[in-house]
């Protein structure tokens, strides 16, 4: 069971967008439409931002927001903000006994 | 609201045995698979094991099988991560997090720090 893989860091302006991908098989992100995204800032609990996609919990901005496209997910920040600056992981059910996997984590910096 | 409380930090020293644990709170327990997550200084994240507290059902990852013991005690609505002889590169943050059927993390616990070292 390999890791999902995402891009070891994202940049960008404020105000601009910014997409991470998370690549898979269709044994996990292909095969489920059960994909989450989670936010972790330095000494922090990681952060459920994105579930089954592309649905927000209550209280996630609306900046934020998921797709999928075969094997590959996609988280997309819009209007950056300093505040996004942080960690993000994807994650995905996976046909495996273990039932998730993760991805290998993207660093985003606002510049 | 529904909460996971980990214990506190840990320093132990090589070949010393522990257990760190995830008090559940708001929810049943006995319903929902929890997971343990590892986070190495500086790295990602890796998924670790599952248990399902209704019937000790436990799951573990190839890189953790072996290394690691995962448990439950539905009476204390509590998870437990064991080792019985930890290792320098035991040295981590470890979460617990609820997991739902469809493969959300949500809530998590706010980690418990391991440091082994001689």
């Known amino acids: 069971q390999s890791a999902l893989t995402q891009p070891a860091s994202v940049s960008g302006s404020p105000g601009q967008s910014i997409t991470i991908s998370c690549t898979g098989t269709?044994?996990?992100?292909?095969?489920?439409?059960?994909v989450s995204w989670y936010q972790q800032h330095p000494g922090k609990a990681p952060k459920l931002m994105i579930y089954?996609?592309?649905h927000r919990p209550s209280g996630v901005s609306n900046r934020f927001s998921g797709s999928k496209s075969g094997n590959t997910a996609s988280l997309t920040i819009s209007g950056l903000q300093a505040e996004d600056e942080a960690d993000y992981y994807c994650?995905?059910?996976?046909?495996?006994?273990?039932?998730?996997?993760f991805g290998t984590g993207t660093k985003v910096t606002v510049l | 609201e529904v909460q996971l409380v980990q214990s506190g930090a840990e320093v132990k020293k090589p070949g010393e045995s522990l257990k760190i644990s995830c008090q559940y709170s708001?929810?049943?327990?006995?319903?929902?698979?929890i997971g343990w997550v590892r986070q190495m200084p500086g790295k990602g994240l890796e998924w670790m094991g599952i248990i399902y507290p209704g019937d000790s059902d436990t799951r573990y990852t190839p890189s953790f099988q072996g290394q690691v013991t995962i448990s439950a005690d539905k009476s204390t609505n509590t998870a437990h991560l064991q080792w019985s002889s930890l290792k320098a590169s035991d040295t981590a943050m470890y979460y617990c997090?609820?997991?739902?059927?469809?493969?959300?993390?949500?809530?998590w616990g706010q980690g418990t720090l391991v440091t082994v070292s001689s």
């Open positions: 269709s044994s996990d992100v292909g095969g489920y439409n059960y």
């Open positions: 708001g929810y049943s327990f006995s319903t929902s698979w």
């Open positions: 089954d996609v592309s």
């Open positions: 997090a609820r997991l739902s059927s469809s493969g959300k993390l949500d809530p």
């Open positions: 994650s995905s059910y996976t046909s495996s006994n273990t039932l998730e996997v």
